[in-house]
T-cell receptor, first 116, second 108 residues
Framework: GAVVSQHPSWVICKSGTSVKIECRSL??????MFWYRQFPKQSLMLMAT?????????EQGVEKDKFLINHASLTLSTLTVTSAHPEDSSFYIC????????????FGPGTRLTVT | QKEVEQNSGPLSVPEGAIASLNCTYS??????FFWYRQYSGKSPELIMS????GDKEDGRFTAQLNKASQYVSLLIRDSQPSDSATYLC????????FGSGTKLNVKP
């Protein structure tokens, strides 16, 4: 149980284009999902918290107009990187909050984005 | 002060030894504590959770929690080279906080 998928697993795009990443909870409903970014050899950085049916909450320093998050259903959240630039190249990982009382997080496999 | 602190390592242990990973946290009202394993280039994988003071065992893994000392640890018995990874401690108090991780190297 508690499987989270992400699509695509990797993507290469040209500077100035937009990229959409999907995060799905496959066997449970997730009212809350999280989006992280991780640069090589660095720790996870929380970008935003996504709640189903409401606006995402962004962490300080994360541009909400650049990183658009939509949590349209209890099993799907999407992150769109708009007008991507080479500095946006990173490993993007989503997680979904479990349904247990401890609110553990289950991570998707991640999406490696390269902007050329 | 960071909410969750871990020694970045690397921690090197020989195969078959016990690896001990430590984590301290700042908020006394924390209720839930987690250990994640992250292999290089992969996303984190939940391996243990603990909510009460004391020890919790799952196979070769034992999580230890001491709320009075604000300390949580992970012991890995009979360490294997496949255990070589970065181990992230996470604490849930209103919000989920991750430590920066400890890199473990298990030498054959």
């Amino acid at each position: 149980g508690a499987v989270v998928s992400q699509h695509p697993s990797w993507v290469i795009c040209k500077s100035g284009t937009s990229v959409k990443i999907e995060c799905r909870s496959l066997d449970f409903q997730a009212t809350t999902m999280f989006w992280y970014r991780q640069f090589p050899k660095q720790s996870l950085m929380l970008m935003a918290t996504s709640n189903e049916g409401s606006k995402a909450t962004y962490e300080q320093g994360v541009e909400k107009d650049k990183f658009l998050i939509n949590h349209a259903s209890l099993t799907l959240s999407t992150l769109t990187v708009t007008s991507a630039h080479p500095e946006d190249s990173s490993f993007y990982i989503c997680s979904a909050r479990g349904t247990g009382a401890a609110y553990e997080q289950y991570f998707g496999p991640g999406t490696r984005l390269t902007v050329t | 002060q960071k909410e969750v602190e871990q020694n970045s390592g690397p921690l090197s242990v020989p195969e078959g030894a016990i690896a001990s990973l430590n984590c301290t946290y700042s908020d006394r009202v924390s209720q839930s504590f987690f250990w994640y394993r992250q292999y290089s280039g992969k996303s984190p994988e939940l391996i243990m959770s603990i909510y009460s003071n004391g020890d919790k065992e799952d196979g070769r893994f034992t999580a230890q929690l001491n709320k009075a000392s604000q300390y949580v640890s992970l012991l890995i018995r009979d360490s294997q080279p496949s255990d070589s990874a970065t181990y992230l401690c996470a604490v849930n108090f209103n919000k989920f906080y991750f430590g920066s991780g400890t890199k473990l190297n298990v030498k054959p």
